[in-house]
């Protein structure tokens, strides 16, 4: 009896030649497109989701251009809606879900010693639906007038707030686009995180138990739990939007016996377990990176699993906090307060844990480790303004206001964008077999760095100083025309620096210099085959003994690991 991938990739792939009489380009397009596996799908996932970070960056920027200088006409407010909304929800959807399911489709089985995940097929139906979907949405800009012609995209913010939402508000069909966009997108998602659940409680190689997986694994397989409760609400929300819409049902419409608060408390349910979904991935991905290059075992393993489950079960009941300024009883808003500066507890802890393991170690600042430090300093910023606005009386003051604005991109940007490209730097060596060129890697690094602290440290303050959000210009009296003019300058810094990335991974897809198998010293099992790895990942099935099963192989001996 072979394993579902043996049998799957060994049957599914087609070869490339002459044996297929295709053309070889014809070949490798079929069997890309074929494909079950898991690699190939990570890494489709994985570029799907860069060119849309491009797309979104770009939607970024002309907001930013608009609102530069006071009084600018760039941009309709029409235009700079569409433009907000397809920012967000490109940002949200289609950039931080398929690189996080990317990366744990090309990670979690060579990092528990399977050959592919526990279902190959569903985990290709996933990637196609999310695809699909992505290319749906953004076939709403093709049509009407507006910027350039294209102007019938979706207006209605990424979180599409009913009953604002409902036809007599948002004709045309630009918001039934949103709608079924985001609802095959998360079908998709919803089947990979089955999934991932499946194989990791599964298809663990001889030898690791829960408490020997790499915290990356033990991570995914939280994210991967709050993927599987949180889409179903929001599809179901949808769902009943959708029958508003087009069938004269009343879901969310007040006038009719709905309600105008179902809607929040639906999407909400979905969206802050959301930044979890979308947060959890980058504390996967440091987890790995900063004990390997501080050359220390990572500090407290027990610990950060009971925080990494802590959390996702705590951000489960946190959603009201984006609906304390629309008129609930104190008691909830209290209750809802509490749970929200709870969650900071144990992801206080991890951020203690990450530091203690620097501390004493033989740190090496390769670019993984900058980006990995990055994201410690710019997510902690993200979290204390977190907690500012977990409290009612300040979030009153600040609601809708460019405070939440330069908040939520501390964390999303600040930890999910600068944990990817630790992570990019990282496993890109064992993905493609070459390594990517560490100059560029710390040019764009600072570069980052400028940029971002510029853009949304200076949203702070213009919100303090009570510039709302969504306006698509302002008059100069009002005071916010530095603040606005430093936040589009760091815009500048920032397509510099993704500019450079961009150049590095493309150079170094060709010309970077040749890996090994495992060019960072690392300890776990991806590092043990080849760089990039063969189809079915492993010549032999691995043994684990311990929590760093490669350390064991290079150092039998060291007795560190027996205290594992």
Known sequence: ???????EVSTLETPIGPATGRPPFLSQLHEWVTTVDHKKLGSMYVVCGIIYMIIAGLEASMMRWQLAWPGQTVLTPEEFNRLFTMHGTTMVFFVGMPILLGSANIMIPLMIGARDLAFPRLNAFGFWLFLFGSILLYFSYFGGQGLYGMGSAPDVGWF????????TYSRGHSTDYWILGIFVAGIGSTATGINFIATILGMRCRGMTLMKMPLFVWIMLVDAILIVIALPPLAAAQIMLLFDRLLGAHFFDAQAGGSALLWQNLFWFFGHPEVYILILPAFA???????????????????????TVAIGFISLG??????????????????????????????????????????GGKIR??????????????????????????????????????FVV????????????????????????????????????KWQFWLLIIGFNMTFGAMHVSGLLGMPRRIYTYQTERGWDLWNLLTSIGVIFQIAAFTLFAINLL??????????????D??????????????????????????????DLKHPEDPDWKYE
């Open 1 to 7: 009896m072979r394993l579902a991938g043996d049998s």
């Open 160 to 167: 599409a707030y009913a009953p604002l939402t409902e036809r």
């Open 406 to 441: 330069g908040h939520f991109h501390y964390v999303l940007f600040g930890g999910l964008i600068f944990g990817i490209l630790a992570a990019t730097f990282y496993w890109y060596p064992k993905v493609t077999g070459r390594m990517m060129s560490e100059t560029l890697g």
């Open 285 to 307: 991905y440091v987890t790995e990176i900063i004990p390997v290059f501080s050359r220390k075992v990572i500090f407290g393993y027990p610990l950060m699993v009971a925080a």
């Open 318 to 359: 946190v959603w009201v906090h984006h609906m304390f300024s629309v008129g609930l009883s104190p008691l909830i808003n209290a209750i809802f307060m509490a749970s929200t500066m709870l969650v900071g507890v144990p992801t206080g802890i991890k951020m203690f844990n990450w530091t203690a393991t620097m501390i």
């Open 522 to 551: 690392a300890w776990t099992l991806e590092w043990s085959t080849t760089s990039p790895p063969p189809a079915h990942n492993f010549d032999e099935d691995p043994v684990v003994y311990s929590r760093r099963p490669l350390w």
């Open 507 to 520: 150079h170094s897809a060709f010309k970077g210099r040749r890996a090994g198998d495992d060019p960072w």
């Open 365 to 402: 600042f390769d670019t993984p480790m900058l980006f990995s430090i990055g994201f410690l300093c710019q997510f902690l910023m993200g979290g204390l303004t977190g907690i500012f606005l977990a409290t009612v009386p300040f979030d009153w003051q600040v609601s809708d206001s460019y």
